[in-house]
């Protein structure tokens, strides 16, 4: 029905409800929480969402549902404006695959230990005597 509507077509509050798969009265409960959301009302109270108004709520669609906003949150986001792409960190790129001489080198110093074996078996001794003095 509304797919084969032109992108710029008013649509039905049952069109849009369809759409963003959520019953009529949660659009006519976000009119009551958002007041940029407006759509055209004809008699009986028959709602028409512009372009704009569908947009408006597929973002709060989105922002309620996808990125887990409160109804609060996303009135905040809509006086404030919603952060721009560019001011989120870029993704942390994956290091680099190790090399078969970062493998080697990782292998000589798990065979080659790091300390004194002889020096740490003293340190044992003293310890352990001044514990029984």
């Given at each position: ?27 006519r409960y976000w009119e009551s929480k958002f ?27 989105r922002l309620l549902t996808v990125d887990g ?65």
């Amino acid at each position: 029905m509304a797919a084969d509507k032109d992108p710029n077509a008013f649509l039905t509050i049952g069109e849009l409800s369809a759409q963003l798969g959520v019953p009529q009265h949660i659009l006519r409960y976000w009119e009551s929480k958002f007041p940029k959301l407006r759509p055209l009302q004809r008699a009986g109270n028959r709602r028409y969402y512009r372009p704009a108004d569908a947009d408006l709520a597929r973002r709060i669609h989105r922002l309620l549902t996808v990125d887990g906003y409160t109804i609060r949150g996303v009135q905040k986001l809509l006086r404030e404006g919603e952060p721009r792409d560019e001011t989120l960190p870029a993704p942390i790129a994956a290091p680099p695959a190790p090399t078969e001489w970062d493998l080697a080198q990782t292998e000589r110093q798990l065979d080659e230990p790091s300390f004194d074996y002889g020096r740490l078996v003293e340190l044992r001794d003293r310890l352990a005597s001044a514990l029984t003095a």
